[in-house]
């Protein structure tokens, strides 16, 4: 047992204030899920809102009716500036901690959403789209971390897919939001709607500055009794920081930082593919991936954009389209609360390729039955239709796909690593999500149903790699990963390899978590 441990344990005894409000245990839990949640109520929010936006009549004379090409940049400008928060929460988040990057981030972002409610003009709405991206590209790759880092093993998955759920929520009210006020006439039709978002702003500063650091950080950070405090307090049932079980769960998290610490690599070695026994290229890739996945999968096709798709593919009106969007919504979050239930029971490895199979079936027949919109017989009902297959794509990104692809890099990548690997993955999808936006108007408006060919060839294309190189992250200790790539270094493929795909925690990690709890009561005797 370390004398740092030790010595940290026993200081914590003499403090005798009740940070984080007295709450502990669930409650404390339950909180840091709040704060985390709403950040990703508000990322919906904002991907949401602009495709209501986008097709109201004041708002585009007011920017003088841009072209097909000029509104995706508008639109997707914004991830350009998510993308950049997110390298900057790689080049800062490790350093100031999971809590204080988190209040940077909403903090530029709200600064953003009053310049957008107050533009007038194309340019200074694009500066303003930047600065709020910019603040949540920090957000969307510090609270999934912040998020898995408090968590407990076994609520770990149902809570950030919770995140992501809530995350649809927000998307939902957006569309709401903004087909309520489309009965409206002036500016409020578009400035209300984006001046909402500084709601979930207050909510945030209200509550992350008086929760808990994650405790990994502490104490990778050398800030023992800080980290020991906040194990006590996440485990609740009056447990403090010399209890055995808070004492043997530091020892895990220190024995894994100490491991990688040893053999971590420079970002020059780590590009050269110099990474030692780490697993670390691998690793890295494989998080980075499940987002290039979820963008390249076809979500914000139809995402940003879904009142202007059910217009110009479909040929629906624009009060319909707009009708059609916020109910689509609602059947996305309904839908979404499944993936609490399976995200554990079935895994991350089968939940994606599931999702990946049924998404390659909806955009064909999508594809199929747009391609006969024209028939001037059956045209509208090929119409309806292809909206019901935009309406099943949802049902199944939502339980599938929307969650995994932000949890994913927070388990895979090592303690060393995770912020970075996060930031990493976080960033790669707001740099395809980028890319997806940008084209998608001109796609639409020069490809017609040819364009969503293209997003049903990508998600065919993802079943077989998840089945070959993706391990399982389920019901694993963080730690566990690391060991798992420890013993497999050079592991690339891993369908062969029963603990790397089975859903259930190997055995071999639940015995060495019983012996380490067994030798640290023999050394306290």
């Known amino acids: ?49 602009y495709g209501g936006i986008i097709v109201t009549p004041n708002f585009l004379d007011t920017m003088g009716n841009p072209n097909p090409a000029l509104q995706g940049t508008i639109v997707s400008l914004y991830d350009i500036g998510c993308f950049l928060g997110a390298m900057s929460a790689l080049l800062f988040g490790d350093k100031t901690g999971r809590k204080k990057a988190f209040l940077i981030g909403v903090i530029v972002m709200s600064v953003g959403s009053i310049l957008q409610t ?22 969307t790759a510090v609270a999934p971390v912040w998020q898995s880092e408090t968590s ?9 897919v919770l995140s992501m759920i809530m995350n649809i929520a927000g998307f939902s009210l957006s569309n709401w939001m903004t087909y309520g006020f489309s009965f409206l006439d002036g500016s409020i039709t578009w400035r209300f709607p ?19 650091e994650s405790p990994r950080w502490l104490l990778a950070h050398d800030h023992y009794r800080e980290g020991l405090q906040v194990l006590a307090a996440l485990e609740g049932n009056g447990a403090t920081a010399t209890d055995e079980v808070i004492v043997d769960h530091a020892e ?39 987002q ?15 009142p202007l798709v059910l217009q110009n593919s479909v040929g629906l009106s624009n009060n319909l389209s707009r009708l059609l969007a916020a109910c689509n919504s609602v059947s996305y979050l309904i839908f979404s609360f499944a993936g609490l239930v399976l995200i554990e029971r079935a895994g991350r490895r089968k939940m994606m390729m599931w999702g990946a199979a049924g998404q390659f079936i909806c955009y064909a027949f999508v594809a199929a039955l747009l391609s006969q919109t024209d028939d ?20 199944i990104f939502g339980i599938c796909w929307q969650g995994i692809p932000w949890l994913y890099p927070t388990e895979i990548n090592s303690l060393s690593m995770r912020n970075k690997g996060a930031a990493l993955g976080t960033a790669s999808n707001w740099i395809s999500n980028y890319m997806v936006v940008q084209i998608t108007p001109i796609g639409i408006a020069n490809l017609g149903w040819k364009f969503y060919l293209i997003w049903m060839s990508f998600n065919a294309i993802f079943v077989p790699l998840i089945w070959f190189v993706y391990p399982e992250t389920a019901n694993r200790h963080l730690e566990d990963i690391d060991k798992l790539y420890r013993d497999n270094s050079s592991m690339i493929f891993v369908y062969k390899n029963k603990e790397a795909t089975q859903v259930e925690r190997p055995q071999r990690f639940i015995d060495a978590d019983r012996e380490r709890l067994e030798v640290t009561r023999k050394l306290k005797l």
């Open 376 to 395: 001037p017989v059956h045209g509208k009902s090929f119409g309806a239709g292809a909206t019901t297959l935009f309406f099943l794509y949802y049902v």
């Open 1 to 49: 047992m370390d004398n740092e441990l030790i010595g940290a344990g026993n200081d914590s005894i003499e403090s005798k204030r009740r940070p984080y409000l007295g709450m502990t245990g669930t409650r404390l839990n339950i909180w840091v899920t709040v704060a985390c949640t709403t950040a990703m109520t508000l990322f919906g929010y904002d991907q949401g809102v």
């Open 194 to 212: 984006i001046a909402f978002q500084l709601v979930f702003s207050f909510i945030l500063l209200s509550t992350a500055p008086w929760l808990p």
């Open 292 to 306: 290039w996945m979820q963008q390249l999968a076809g979500i914000n096709v139809t995402s940003y954009y879904l």
């Open 152 to 160: 407990k093993a076994s609520l770990r998955g149902r809570l950030v």
């Open 118 to 139: 107050c533009a007038y003009s194309v340019p200074q709405l694009i500066v303003a789209r930047l600065i709020t991206g910019l603040g949540n590209g920090v957000n």
């Open 252 to 290: 895990e998290i220190l024995a894994a930082v100490r491991a990688e610490r040893e053999k971590i690599p420079s970002w020059s070695n780590i590009l050269h593919g110099r990474t030692g026994d780490t697993g670390m290229i691998q690793r890295l890739c494989l998080g980075v991936g499940t």
